[in-house]
């Protein structure tokens, strides 16, 4: 069983950034691969970014490509998002979610077993 509670969200200006953190509980943090995911009510859930267990490979959506950056701290047991250059269409929650190893499956929410409660990033125009 893993435990993740993320935190950073807020309300940005455009061209603003912020810093997301999931923490995790668990002594095989760097077992799992980690993702970001983000929804809207009423709207699917869509993959942000990813990171391999150890931290050597990480995935991005192109709406995010070479704004947003993933990167882990094992040792800290967690995972952050870097968004830099926000976008009011960025506005969503944001959810991270692990799962033991990544793959093609890492892409869609159906291929994670553990969620966060998700932290709101509202950046206004």
């Known amino acids: 069983q893993v435990q993740l509670v993320e935190s950073g969200g807020g309300l940005v200006q455009a061209g603003g950034s912020l810093r997301l953190s999931c923490a995790a509980s668990g002594r095989t943090f760097s077992s799992y691969a980690m993702g970001w995911f983000r929804q809207n009510p009423g709207k699917e859930r869509d993959f942000v970014t990813g990171?391999?267990?150890?931290?050597?490979?990480?995935y991005y959506a192109d709406s995010v490509k070479g704004r947003f950056s993933i990167s882990r701290d094992n040792a800290k047991n967690t995972v952050y998002l870097q968004m830099n250059s926000l976008k009011p269409e960025d506005t969503d929650f944001y959810y991270c979610?692990?799962?033991?190893?990544?793959?093609?499956?890492?892409?869609?929410?159906?291929?994670?077993?553990?969620w966060g409660q998700g932290t709101q990033v509202t950046v206004s125009s």
């Open positions: 990171i391999s267990g150890n931290g050597g490979s990480t």
């Open positions: 979610a692990c799962r033991r190893t990544w793959n093609s499956k890492s892409y869609y929410t159906s291929g994670y077993s553990y």
